[in-house]
């Protein structure tokens, strides 16, 4: 850790030294300040591979006032621009994580991670922008909303919600009208487990859906069975299984598939688009493929941890180690991880997050005797760009095209966000990182950003590197410094009605048409 700040500056850490735990910050971090350079508002990126998800083409990229200006070769300019050299490096658009928990109230404590630390951690590893997930509160989403804004006031990047919803009635119909018309409020997340706190019946769903529908937000799902999970939970206690294996053993990959399939069916029966957050079995991913072979607008989201871990860590003797990979749905067996990073390449699974929701090992002991009471959520957000690079691009599963496609493209265009995100082009924000192809990352609890104790991913290495992040046109991580204000964060506003909306209309008048009802009768007396 290399913390290194002076006089007024270190008065300044030490209120901020929570909110960022062991974050390295530089001299001038916690200010912009005109004599640094980095801070230029003018940047030309010289002679770099430029990768968009369609194209990609040695250019260079010139940015002036937080906007992309010019893309194309040999652009010449005039003093007073930092020029950065990217010869022989990749010059891509920003991560978007489109799922993270930042300071979450759950499972009885709060996400340790909050709005400065996740997105300084998040910018160390190339994610410009993060969809977080709105709770309500006491059902409320105005009052969640409202919680969220403040807690979002840390911010230190671009961000945007998704709003839970926990309960049904006119007040929450109403509400989501404002969420969307109001409030740049998209896309709502339906629990089907968390029996007993944020979990959703079938009939809520279908309102939901419907719902969701007539506002042109896109319904999202966390797909576990709730009830059987209960009842899985209380199998394993009756057994004595009260540890991290526990977890895992209770809620298996069946649960997961009838969820998935359920909620796909929900969908089709309302013809609305759905996308299932955290795929982490192959069961799930398999009703996903079902379906949209058969013509139905589904998204699969897998996740980090779910891509490239196994669950054999949950049955590690040490308690912390293996609580730490405690999530829902739960790491699964090894085999299930190949299988979605098969189903990402071939294009079932759309793009990936993180669902960052961070606990130290403190809040994870709080089930050192039941599982139960074990807080869910593992770490992801500075990880992820390293990862799915390493994982799938070096083995050649995807190509770098199909790289920012996963990692960032997807996630604009689903969220109405594209072309402002998700790409280096001429009037885009000027959310960049550049990449080393033949560097090397390493990841630990030791250096990362994150205020959690430990790392899901600790002690793994790979190809490539993020070497320079520039988010809103500021460069905020270079050299291995970040350079974050807390503050400067902006958030992003997304209107409704995605790509998957096209056509919806059509398909409802042919199902209309298609029912051949009512059948006009005529009433005979009897
Ligand atoms: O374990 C998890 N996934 N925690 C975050 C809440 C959720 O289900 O997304
Ligand atoms: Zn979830
Ligand atoms: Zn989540």
């Not at 006031?153 to 404002?178: N, R």
């Not at 003797?317 to 085999?335: E, H, L, N």
Request: charged share 20%; proline share 4%.
């Amino acid at each position: 850790m290399v913390v290194r700040l002076r006089s007024l500056i270190l008065l300044l850490s030490i209120s901020l030294s929570p909110l960022l735990g062991r974050s390295q910050i530089c001299e001038s971090g916690l200010g912009y300040c005109d004599s640094d350079s980095r801070l230029s508002s003018k940047i030309l990126i010289k002679g770099g591979t430029v990768v968009n998800a369609d194209h990609q083409e040695v250019a260079d990229v010139y940015v002036e006032d937080g906007v992309i200006v010019s893309v194309k070769p040999n652009i010449k300019v005039g003093d007073g621009v930092r020029v950065v050299d990217a010869t022989g490096k990749f010059v891509m658009p920003g991560g978007i994580d489109p799922h993270t928990h930042l300071a979450m109230e759950f499972m009885g404590t709060e996400t340790i991670d909050n709005f400065f630390s996740g997105q300084a951690a998040a910018l160390a590893g190339g994610t410009t922008m993060h969809i977080d997930f709105v709770i309500p509160v006491d059902g409320s989403l105005s009052k969640g909303y409202e919680a969220y804004v403040e807690k979002a006031k840390l911010s230190c990047m671009d961000y945007g919600f998704h709003m839970a919803i926990t309960k049904w009635d006119d007040i929450v119909s109403k509400e989501m009208e404002i969420m969307v018309e109001e409030k740049g409020i998209n896309s709502f997340k339906f629990f089907m487990a968390y029996k007993g706190s944020l979990m959703i019946s079938d009939e809520l769903l279908l309102e939901g859906l419907k719902k969701c529908k007539s506002l042109g937000a896109l319904a999202m799902v966390h797909a576990e069975n709730g009830d059987a999970v209960f009842e899985g939970q209380k199998r394993m206690i009756e057994l004595g299984i009260t540890g991290p294996e526990g977890h895992a053993l209770s809620r298996p990959p069946v649960l997961e598939g009838e969820a998935t399939a359920r909620a796909i069916r929900l969908a089709a029966f309302v013809n609305t688009p759905l996308y299932i957050v955290h795929v982490m079995s192959i069961d799930a991913m398999e009703e996903i493929a079902r379906a949209q072979k058969s013509g139905l607008k589904v998204i699969g989201e897998p996740v980090v941890s779910g891509l490239v871990l196994d669950d054999s860590v949950l049955w590690d003797p040490d308690f912390i180690t293996a609580a730490k990979f405690v999530m829902s749905p739960p790491i699964r067996a090894s085999g299930h991880g190949k299988a979605l990073q098969a189903a990402l390449s071939t294009g079932i699974l759309k793009l990936v997050g993180t669902d960052h929701c961070t606990f130290n090992s403190t809040q994870k002991s709080f089930g050192i005797d039941d599982f139960r009471k074990i807080p869910n959520g593992v770490n992801g957000l500075e990880e992820r760009m390293h990862l799915v690079w390493d994982t799938m691009v070096e083995s050649g599963q995807i190509s770098v095209t199909d790289y920012v496609r996963v990692t960032s493209t997807e996630c604009a265009k689903l969220f109405n966000m594209y072309p402002r995100k998700g790409a280096i082009r001429a009037g885009s924000d000027a959310d960049i990182i550049i990449f080393n192809p033949n560097s090397t990352f390493h990841i630990s609890a030791n250096s990362h950003h994150s205020r959690s104790d430990t790392n899901v991913y600790e002690g793994r290495s790979g190809k490539g590197k993020v070497e320079v992040t520039i988010a809103g046109g500021k460069i905020v991580w270079e050299n291995e410094e970040l350079k974050v204000v807390p503050g400067s964060g902006r958030y992003v506003s997304m209107p409704p009605f995605n790509y998957l909306y096209h056509g919806i209309d059509k398909a409802d008048e042919n199902y209309l048409t298609s029912l051949k009802a009512p059948v006009n009768r005529i009433k005979q007396s009897l």
